[in-house]
């Protein structure tokens, strides 16, 4: 145990530990120190942990097809800026020459035998040659238009260009188009051509892609891209 020391506040005489009286002037002694209680720290019991509010999941972002329902305006929006910015050639091809080919060989057929009742009713020879050009006026106009007969498909529509010296060109935008069939008659099957027939609900009708090689490829190639739109 530990004394502590004390005096008098009268004469300033050393004092025992816890007298009551100074033991020389008889003064009543009085305890300026006095023994501290000792406090203890209280710590407070740890704060619960602040949950994270309960926020509600966002709602599914909706469908194309009700997006373009809701939107349309947007829809068309955005496709006319896929098609000025990402827009990308599937295929582009022109129709077989197969229908040509017959037109000329009748033209050979009819110059052959214009040209042999002119030569024998002794005929000039430029009027042979004057018949045999027009005969072959026909074929070869036939031949020029379907050199500029053109079928494109991108990712966004199906383009048909068509016209020698004024080309006209339909459109068909992929969203449009409900159906994609080939018509192959027996003949057609045998050597390999058809018409490619597009259903759309932005025209009257349907538009044919006529007379072109392997017709089902290109059918499929069609149906492949309207998967992205549907």
């Known amino acids: ?19 009551a009286f100074c033991n020389l002037c008889g003064a009543k002694v009085q305890n300026e120190l006095k023994p501290r209680r000792a406090t203890h720290l209280v710590v407070p019991p740890p704060r619960p942990a602040r949950r994270a509010p309960v926020r509600p999941s966002p709602p599914d972002p909706p469908s194309q ?17 896929v098609a000025d910015n990402d827009e ?15 037109t000329y060989f009748w033209a050979v057929v009819l110059s052959l035998i214009t040209n042999a009742g002119i030569a024998s009713a002794g005929g000039a020879w ?25 079928y494109t498909l991108t990712n966004v529509k199906v383009e048909i260009q068509s016209g020698i010296f004024s080309q006209t060109a339909r459109n068909v935008p992929l969203r449009h188009i409900r ?3 080939v018509s192959e008659t027996f003949k057609e099957r045998l ?35 309207l998967q992205h739109w549907r």
């Not at 145990?1 to 007298?19: K, P, Q, T």
């Not at 072959?136 to 106009?141: A, D, K, N, R, S």
């Not at 390999?192 to 932005?202: K, P, T």
Request: proline residues 4%; negative net charge.
């Open 179 to 181: 159906d994609v069939t």
């Open 126 to 150: 430029w009027i042979i040659l004057a018949a045999s050009a027009i005969i072959f006026l026909y074929p070869i106009g036939r031949h020029i238009q379907f050199r500029h007969t053109v």
């Open 65 to 81: 097809e009700e997006y373009y329902e809701e939107y349309p305006e947007e829809y068309e929006a955005y496709d006319d800026d």
């Open 191 to 225: 050597i390999g051509i058809g018409d490619v027939l597009i259903d759309s609900d932005a025209v009257e009708g349907k538009i044919t892609m006529n007379n072109i090689n392997s017709p089902r490829r290109y059918a499929d190639l069609i149906l492949d891209q």
């Open 1 to 19: 145990m530990i004394a502590l020391l004390m005096h008098c506040h009268r004469c300033g005489n050393r004092l025992v530990n816890e007298s």
């Open 88 to 102: 990308r050639v599937i295929f582009s091809i022109t129709p077989a020459f197969y229908e040509v080919g017959i």
